[in-house]
């Protein structure tokens, strides 16, 4: 999509980085602004993880407005170089993913927001950690069975043991 051809950039592939950047700031920002009217303890982590996604959002739109993107997304760049190419490996799968690519993945945030709503962080997660694992990474079982365990402890322990602070509980909860 955007080519550097004599000195010149063809600024075409800006306009992903820059609906991001500008989603990510807005949502995050929505997020600080609602933790906001929460009560003692459980304001802390939704206003830390918020302001910090606020300000790298911004940060993100910013980067995309001075530097827009050079790669050719005609050719996928070079493979091996590990952590030079990293960014235009991740340029190149952005420009270049089909749009049942890019509805597949909507969907699948979208569907882990409403089962956080319906079912809680608890089940959610790794339910959705099953789901994607499976069918989208074709992960074996036991890897699969083994992460959602992990995040399922990982998650109890950070909220309800050591940070004793309350999740989205889901509609079925007490």
Same mark, same amino acid.
């Given at each position: 999509?955007?080519?550097?051809?004599?000195?010149? =950039?063809?600024?075409? +592939?800006?306009?992903?980085?820059?609906? @991001?950047?500008?989603?990510? =700031?807005?949502?995050? +920002?929505?997020?600080? $602004?609602?933790?906001?009217?929460?009560?003692?303890?459980?304001?802390?982590?939704?206003?830390?993880?918020?302001?910090? +996604?606020?300000?790298?959002? @911004? *940060?993100?739109?910013?980067?995309?407005?001075?530097?827009?993107?050079?790669?050719? @997304?005609?050719?996928?760049?070079? $493979?091996?170089?590990?952590?030079?190419? *990293?960014?235009?490996?991740?340029?190149?799968?952005?420009? =270049?993913?089909?749009?049942?690519?890019?509805?597949?993945?909507?969907?699948?945030?979208?569907?882990?927001?409403?089962?956080?709503?319906?079912?809680?962080?608890?089940?959610?997660?790794?339910?959705?950690? $099953?789901?994607?694992?499976?069918?989208?990474?074709?992960?074996?079982?036991?890897? *699969?069975? +083994?992460?959602?365990?992990?995040?399922? @402890?990982?998650?109890?322990?950070?909220?309800?043991?050591?940070?004793?602070?309350?999740?989205?509980?889901?509609?079925?909860?007490?």
């Amino acid at each position: 999509m955007s080519e550097v051809v004599a000195g010149k =950039t063809d600024h075409r +592939g800006r306009l992903p980085n820059l609906v @991001a950047g500008v989603l990510l =700031t807005l949502i995050f +920002g929505g997020a600080f $602004v609602i933790a906001l009217d929460m009560e003692g303890n459980a304001a802390i982590f939704p206003l830390g993880v918020g302001g910090l +996604g606020v300000v790298l959002g @911004a *940060t993100f739109l910013i980067r995309s407005l001075r530097r827009p993107p050079a790669v050719d @997304a005609g050719s996928p760049p070079n $493979v091996g170089d590990d952590d030079e190419d *990293t960014d235009e490996d991740l340029q190149y799968a952005f420009e =270049t993913a089909s749009s049942r690519e890019w509805a597949v993945a909507l969907a699948y945030i979208a569907a882990f927001f409403a089962a956080l709503y319906v079912l809680g962080l608890y089940l959610a997660a790794p339910l959705f950690t $099953v789901i994607y694992l499976r069918h989208q990474a074709k992960a074996s079982w036991i890897l *699969t069975i +083994g992460y959602a365990t992990v995040l399922f @402890a990982v998650l109890y322990g950070a909220f309800e043991l050591v940070l004793h602070l309350p999740v989205p509980p889901g509609l079925f909860s007490d």
